[in-house]
């Protein structure tokens, strides 16, 4: 087990401007499971190709616990990947492609034997050992490259988006089994994905990555409650969280005739760094309540309403600087409105995210 350090790491592919990771601040802790989030080409794969070896690192350093591997090849940094697309060799068997790593080290069979058997039993592979990757599921296909990387007994696992080719079912069975191994063997992962579902449901620290840059690193229920900037509150939540921009005034911010309340601190930090009279104000989904029309609610005009058997999602849209802009709306089902229904909705106190309109940062 180990210890990760990123230390102002940047990767800059050739002939282009911009770096794909750009001073990589980051420190993952001995056992910890850390994901890199974010949406496609923000960096998190970069990120993690860096640490395997698999891309240069044009500036800064990566240490595994106290040694700097950044120039070292992936094989002399004691790390076993995880793949996409599983990559097993399709000629050998389960049993096969779980020793391979362990035949090139010259690895005594007694211990290949021992190591393989140990890892199928952990993954019940039992029964697929001598099977081809062509006679087994997705999800055992899966779980034998997981065994692959845990027969190695490496320091750290790096796992690159390993559940993007399953269907939702076997993806949300399949995270959980990865979630309980990964805390049962307590070997260091990075894990990447795009999906913040995931990344909420997995990890014990969440690391969110926006063009190559970390917006904030913390843990799901921090990011989901105290998210640092616009776009990090925007991404953390399903639905996502309802964000605008509206004018300010002494109570607060102004939602059509709906005053959210601020304090007097956040009112002059939303003006300070170029705020002008403006504020970005954010609030979930499941922080509003239907309130009737005498009650101060914004009026939204329902466009549709998702049942989902224990709660609704509504979408609308409100009308707001003379535009209309789109809000949802969880509520329990027994008092889903109909399409085309005004609804009025009021945000639960205290339960609003307050960001400055020009730097994005949370107030």
């Known amino acids: 087990m ?14 282009q401007e911009r770096p794909a990771v750009n001073q990589l601040d980051l420190e993952i802790g001995d056992g910890e499971f850390l994901v890199l989030v974010g949406p496609s080409g923000c960096g998190k794969s970069t990120s993690l190709r860096m640490l395997a070896g698999l891309e240069d690192v044009d500036q800064g350093s990566i240490h595994i616990d106290d040694r700097d591997v950044t120039h070292l090849p992936p094989k002399a940094r004691d790390i076993a990947m995880v793949f996409q697309n599983y990559a097993l060799y399709p000629h050998m068997t389960v049993y096969e492609n779980m020793a391979f790593a362990l035949k090139l080290r010259k690895t005594s069979k007694a211990e290949i034997d021992r190591r393989v058997k140990e890892a199928a039993a952990l993954l019940q592979l039992e029964e697929y050992l001598s099977r081809k990757p062509k006679a087994l599921s997705g999800g055992q296909r899966q779980r034998v490259a997981m065994g692959r990387a845990i027969v190695r007994e490496p320091q750290v696992f790096l796992m690159d988006e390993p559940l993007s080719n399953l269907d939702a079912k076997l993806r949300v069975q399949t995270r959980t089994q990865i979630a309980s191994l990964q805390a049962k063997l307590g070997v260091t992962t990075v894990y990447v994905t795009h999906d913040q579902v995931e990344a909420m449901t997995m990890g014990h620290r969440v690391a969110v990555m926006l063009d190559g840059v970390l917006q904030q690193v913390d843990t799901p229920r921090a990011l989901y409650d105290t998210p640092a900037n616009v776009f990090v509150a925007g991404f953390m939540g399903s639905p996502a969280m309802n964000i605008k921009t509206v004018p300010l005034s ?24 170029g705020g002008d009279n403006k504020v970005t104000v954010g609030f979930r989904p499941e922080d509003c309540d239907l309130v009737s029309p005498t009650e101060g609610g914004m009026p939204v005009v329902v466009e549709l309403v998702e049942d989902l058997g224990s709660d609704a999602n509504i979408y609308g849209h409100a009308a ?28 639960r106190e205290g339960r609003s995210h307050v960001f400055n309109a020009s730097t994005g940062n949370r107030i």
């Open 2 to 15: 180990a210890t990760v350090t990123y230390s102002k790491a940047s990767r800059i592919y050739p002939g």
């Open 250 to 273: 002494e109570r607060g911010a102004a939602f059509a005739d709906l005053q959210i309340p601020l304090t007097r601190e956040q009112v002059e930090a939303a003006r300070a760094d």
């Open 320 to 347: 707001l600087e003379g535009n209309n802009e789109r809000f949802v709306v969880r509520t329990d089902r027994r008092t889903m409105p109909n399409m085309g229904d005004t609804v009025f909705v009021k945000p």
